[in-house]
């Protein structure tokens, strides 16, 4: 391959943890890999080294958040739950019925296309099923599977053809959220979720932490240069099971930012050893 000078790239990242868009940052964000050897010698080459092998890699990211809210308090830190007084999740349904969908027919959530196909085999792409009950379930399982920004902070749910679709936290910030649909046998509540609402008094309870287990609460963390358009997922930096101790570093001086230092670490998967990845997770 030519060198080519727009390969020397610059600038910032946008941070998305568990498709949760974490804000603005102060000081820019730092990837470490570190890998681990055994230098193999044996008597007869003296001290040349005649081999070596990887015995372990590491991978973390340092990321300084500037927003300091209580949602990323929540996100940050294993184990704190938000308690909230007032709110309301948004909803909205999507409604099967008559026959299962045919193939091509779509729902849009949230900007997010879902095709129905009778052999899926994409990401986005759902099983149309052998009746529209069997293709709501369908449905309401791909959107809480998705690891897309758009639909990762909903959930579903299907009883009778009907699925469910609600916020995951209270607020009107999901009213917005846009439904729509293709095919004589789907129908939607209306053109966005509805009924979100504000909480009126919110506070973060934080335990003490012991015992949590951070594989297990582990999340996806993506790392998106701001340059490229949002669908651009050439250069983006991924951890599929990222998670971090949660701190913070609250100053509260007149020249000094709040900030949460966070240090997000991976861990590998235990089917396919993979730590991280960089590009296109979409590539096959």
């Not at 949460?260 to 991280?276: E, G």
Request: hydrophobic share 40%.
């Amino acid at each position: 391959m030519p060198s080519n000078t727009q390969n020397v790239k610059l600038g910032v990242c946008s941070v998305t943890f568990g498709g949760v868009d974490l804000g603005y940052t102060q000081g820019g964000v730092e990837v470490t890999v570190a890998t681990t050897t055994k230098k193999v010698m044996v008597d007869q080459f003296g001290q040349s080294e005649i081999n070596e092998y990887i015995m372990g890699r590491t991978c973390s990211a340092k990321v300084p958040l500037a927003e300091t809210t209580l949602d990323n308090l929540v996100q940050i830190m294993p184990g704190a739950t938000k308690v909230a007084t007032g709110g309301v999740k948004a909803t909205g349904t999507v409604t099967f019925s008559v026959a299962a969908p045919t193939d091509g027919d779509t729902v849009t959530v949230n900007g997010k296309v879902f095709t129905f196909d009778a052999a899926p085999a994409v990401e986005g792409e759902v099983a149309t099923g052998a009746t529209f009950a069997e293709a709501a379930a369908n449905f309401a399982a791909a959107i809480n599977a998705s690891i897309d920004p758009k639909v990762v902070n909903l959930s579903a749910s299907a009883a009778a053809g009907v699925v469910t679709i609600t916020a995951d936290t209270q607020g009107t910030w999901a009213n917005s959220y846009a439904l729509a649909k293709t095919g004589t046998n789907i129908t939607t509540s209306g053109a966005t979720l509805t009924g979100g609402a504000d909480a009126t008094k919110v506070r973060v309870d934080v335990p003490n932490g012991i015992g949590i287990s951070l594989l297990a609460s582990a999340k996806t963390l993506v790392l998106h240069p701001i340059a490229n358009a949002p669908d651009d997922h050439s250069d983006d930096f991924v951890i599929p099971l990222a998670n971090t101790p949660g701190a913070m570093q609250f100053s509260f001086k007149l020249d000094q930012e709040r900030l949460f230092p966070v240090d997000f670490n991976a861990y590998p998967d235990s089917v396919t050893k993979r730590l991280f990845y960089v590009g296109d997770g979409s590539a096959a």
